[in-house]
């Protein structure tokens, strides 16, 4: 069976995305957006969505901002989704900064709206990932329990975090595994990595977890950069730098279109690789435009990879 995922075929809405991986021939698709904040960010995120729904994924999900900044907006955009698109929807939740109560009103607000796959994350203190991380004082202590309490309020499908390039606070490979299956522990069905550009990053990540015995779905995560101002952006959302070989090549030509072309080119052949080792999915961060996005999609769909291996 081919490992492209499926063109333009579209699934029942609110699925659990452990469902679709359990049953899936073929690797899932989905795509990350973030809840607008003014009327023009409104109107570009539903061209986006519409755009993005014609490729027929398997899922999107939406961001949730740092300390709960982007709480109401998020349950407020993934219902809209839910509600007015073909599109199963999953709901990202973020513990830092928060007290229970709080997420106890947002795990409710996701059920009264009927979404059933969340994206459990610990999340960033508001200075960003590089600052150390304090619990609230009557909040949870990390993503683990993060997980327990969203599975114990409802009948949902979580998902978690994953680190190829390493977590940025601790650096520790292992630490990284065992930390990803205490999450699998406590509940989670499947990971989505941060974004990465080394294919053997997350090679090395999946091993280590499944010699501990996890058999844990780990989507990775796909950004292509298309302009030279967003490597400070990429740093600002994963807490790492791009690696040098990515920058030498985004660097070689720094015109706009060459930048453009090179930064889809890198994310293609990332693409490739990944469905070539066997991966459950690829989740595209489209930062809630989707030319990029789309032409990727394009022609990874076209490059008749080899088979899709239990291996990830």
Same mark, same amino acid.
């Given at each position: 069976?081919?490992?492209?995922?499926?063109?333009?075929?579209?699934?029942?809405?609110?699925?659990?995305?452990?469902?679709?991986?359990?049953?899936?021939?073929?690797?899932?698709?989905?795509?990350?957006?973030?809840?607008?904040?003014?009327?023009?960010?409104?109107?570009?995120?539903?061209?986006?969505?519409?755009?993005?729904?014609?490729?027929?994924?398997?899922?999107?999900?939406?961001?949730?901002?740092?300390?709960?900044?982007?709480?109401?907006?998020?349950?407020?955009?993934?219902?809209?989704?839910?509600?007015? &698109?073909?599109?199963?929807? #999953? $709901?990202? /939740?973020?513990? +830092?900064?928060?007290?229970?109560?709080?997420? =106890? @009103?947002?795990?409710?607000?996701?059920?009264?709206?009927?979404?059933?796959?969340?994206?459990?994350?610990?999340?960033?203190?508001?200075?960003?990932?590089?600052?150390?991380?304090?619990?609230?004082?009557?909040?949870?202590?990390?993503?683990?329990?993060?997980?327990?309490?969203?599975?114990?309020?409802?009948?949902?499908?979580?998902?978690?975090?994953?680190?190829?390039?390493?977590?940025?606070?601790?650096?520790?490979?292992?630490?990284?595994?065992?930390?990803?299956?205490?999450?699998?522990?406590?509940?989670?069905?499947?990971?989505?990595?941060?974004?990465?550009?080394?294919?053997?990053?997350?090679?090395?990540?999946?091993?280590?977890?499944?010699?501990?015995?996890?058999?844990?779905?780990?989507?990775?995560?796909?950004?292509?950069?298309?302009?030279? &101002?967003?490597?400070?952006? #990429? $740093?600002? /959302?994963?807490? +790492?730098?791009?690696?040098?070989?990515?920058? =030498? @090549?985004?660097?070689?030509?720094?015109?706009?279109?060459?930048?453009?072309?090179?930064?889809?080119?890198?994310?293609?052949?990332?693409?490739?690789?990944?469905?070539?080792?066997?991966?459950?999915?690829?989740?595209?961060?489209?930062?809630?435009?989707?030319?990029?996005?789309?032409?990727?999609?394009?022609?990874?769909?076209?490059?008749?990879?080899?088979?899709?291996?239990?291996?990830?």
């Amino acid at each position: 069976m081919p490992a492209t995922p499926r063109p333009a075929a579209r699934t029942p809405r609110q699925q659990p995305v452990a469902d679709l991986l359990a049953t899936a021939d073929c690797p899932l698709t989905s795509f990350e957006l973030f809840p607008w904040r003014s009327p023009e960010e409104e109107r570009v995120f539903w061209q986006t969505t519409r755009e993005l729904e014609a490729l027929g994924p398997d899922f999107v999900s939406v961001t949730y901002g740092a300390s709960g900044s982007t709480r109401d907006r998020t349950v407020g955009a993934t219902e809209a989704i839910a509600s007015h &698109t073909t599109l199963n929807t #999953m $709901a990202h /939740l973020t513990c +830092a900064s928060q007290s229970r109560d709080e997420l =106890r @009103r947002t795990i409710g607000a996701y059920a009264g709206v009927g979404i059933r796959n969340v994206l459990a994350i610990r999340g960033d203190m508001p200075g960003g990932p590089t600052v150390p991380f304090e619990q609230h004082p009557d909040g949870l202590a990390n993503a683990t329990e993060l997980v327990r309490m969203v599975r114990e309020l409802g009948d949902f499908c979580v998902g978690v975090a994953a680190f190829p390039d390493l977590h940025p606070q601790a650096h520790d490979a292992d630490l990284d595994a065992r930390v990803l299956v205490q999450k699998a522990e406590a509940g989670a069905s499947f990971a989505i990595t941060q974004l990465f550009f080394t294919f053997e990053r997350y090679v090395d990540l999946v091993q280590r977890v499944r010699a501990l015995g996890c058999d844990l779905p780990i989507i990775p995560g796909i950004m292509p950069v298309t302009r030279l &101002t967003q490597i400070s952006r #990429m $740093a600002e /959302l994963s807490g +790492a730098d791009l690696p040098d070989w990515v920058v =030498r @090549r985004l660097s070689e030509d720094e015109s706009p279109a060459t930048v453009r072309q090179v930064g889809i080119d890198i994310a293609t052949e990332l693409c490739e690789r990944l469905l070539e080792h066997g991966v459950p999915g690829l989740h595209f961060i489209t930062m809630n435009r989707s030319t990029a996005t789309r032409e990727i999609f394009g022609r990874v769909l076209g490059t008749g990879s080899a088979a899709r291996t239990p291996a990830s």
